[in-house]
Structures are given as structure tokens and as C-alpha cells.
């Protein structure tokens, strides 16, 4: 089973029934317990960084999320769930995250419409994609060589759907795997062992972001 974690933050059902189109089993729950017992987590969520931390550390779910990475799970980090495992956030002045990636969570600079909204394209980086002009899979460098694995089947380029105002800026480069452009070039994936996280909203992102739902799921069912 998946659990998908229930902070206060974000439409989770759209999560979990993007889940059950590719025909994989997810759950909302709301007990850090429950995210113990889980195959792989899903972290999701929209909104303020300081209401998600809040809600996190009072409900114990900081803690359950943490052991799960620690422990080897499969994650996924959509949207504000990307922007949450960073040490800390410019939102609302600072605001400490999670910190299993170091670096920081910035606005996107001002003169630009905020939020981005709408669909934009997906780049890989360099060694990151989950396949190659030939279709065969890619090395990488992340930790045991295995490629990001749930971008497997997706073409460079491919339009996926984002509602945001902030933007993460990871100080090891190594760990991002996908960029997208909106005035800047911003980083709008990231993979590094078990994590993976995504700036846009693969529930929103027709047959192409349920592919994701479906890698992710194919991922955690072979650990």
C-alpha cells in the first residue's frame, strides 16, 4: 500500500484517484502509524510552507516522513510536498523544512505573473531521463546507478501542469533530474535513491502525469 500523507494542506483525493486510474492502491491516511506500515509514501500539498511545517510537526507526520526516507521507502513529493524536504523557505520571511535536501526555497523573482500557472515542459538533465532517443534506459549518477525511474517512458519535453510561487534551489546539483523554464530556468525535479519530488501536479497532467502515478507505483511494488 501507498500512503498518502494528510497534513490540512492540498486535495489529496485527486492524488489518490490518479492512483486508482493506473490501477495502483493508495491511501489517505492521517496517522504517522499508518505511514510506518506503508510500501511507499506520497507526500502531497498546496499552500503556505510555515501552515504545511506546522501542521507536519503537530500532527507527528515530520517525523514519519523522515523515518521513511531514512528507512529505504519509496517517496514521492508533489508540489509543495518537492519544497518541504529543503532545509528552509524565503515564504513568510525564514521558515525551516524538513532538510533532507540542503538548500532553500526561493520566491520567483519579481516582474514575472505569480503564481505560475498552466502547463509548461519538463527537461531532463544530463544522465537523469527515463529513457533515451532509442528508448533505452539511461545510467545516472544517483547512488546504485539506477536511473529516475519514474520519469521511464516520458519524453523530453513533455508538458506537465504547475500552480506555484516559489521554486526549490538544491546546493547539489547531483540531485536534479528535470528543469523547467518561466523567466528563469528553475529546478522542477529532483531524485536522489528513494526520494523523488516534483515541482508540477501529476494528477493534473492528463495520461503522461498518471505515467508518473504508475512509475512511482511500479517502484515501490519491486522493493
Avoid at 493508495?26 to 506503508?38: K, L, Q
Avoid at 546507478?145 to 501542469?161: L, M
Amino acid at each position: 500500500m501507498i500512503a498518502i500523507i494528510d497534513y490540512g494542506m492540498g486535495n489529496l483525493r485527486s492524488v489518490q484517484k490518479g492512483f486508482e486510474k493506473v490501477g495502483v492502491k493508495a491511501e489517505i491516511v492521517r496517522d504517522p502509524d499508518a505511514v510506518e506500515s506503508a510500501r511507499g509514501v506520497v507526500l502531497p500539498g498546496v499552500g503556505a510552507f510555515a501552515d504545511a511545517m506546522e501542521n507536519l510537526i503537530r500532527t507527528g507526520m515530520d517525523r514519519a516522513v523522515i523515518r521513511a526516507i531514512s528507512g529505504g521507502r519509496p517517496f514521492l513529493g508533489i508540489c509543495l510536498g518537492l519544497q518541504l524536504l529543503f532545509e528552509a523557505s524565503e515564504e513568510w520571511g525564514h521558515t525551516s523544512g524538513l532538510g533532507v535536501f540542503r538548500g532553500m526555497v526561493r520566491r520567483l523573482p519579481p516582474g514575472l505573473k505569480v503564481p505560475h500557472m498552466g502547463w509548461n515542459q519538463l527537461n531532463y538533465r544530463p544522465g537523469k531521463a527515463g529513457q533515451s532517443v532509442d528508448g533505452a534506459l539511461l545510467e545516472t549518477n544517483f547512488t546504485g546507478g539506477e536511473s529516475c525511474r519514474i520519469f521511464r517512458d516520458i519524453p523530453e519535453g513533455s508538458s506537465f501542469y504547475f500552480v506555484h510561487s516559489y521554486y526549490v534551489d538544491p546546493m547539489d546539483k547531483d540531485i536534479v533530474a528535470g528543469v523547467t523554464e518561466y523567466g528563469i530556468e528553475f529546478v522542477s525535479a529532483v531524485a536522489k535513491n528513494n526520494v523523488y519530488a516534483i515541482q508540477f501536479h501529476p494528477e493534473k497532467s492528463s495520461a503522461l502525469g498518471l505515467r508518473i502515478l504508475q512509475n512511482f507505483g511500479g517502484v515501490v511494488e519491486k522493493c
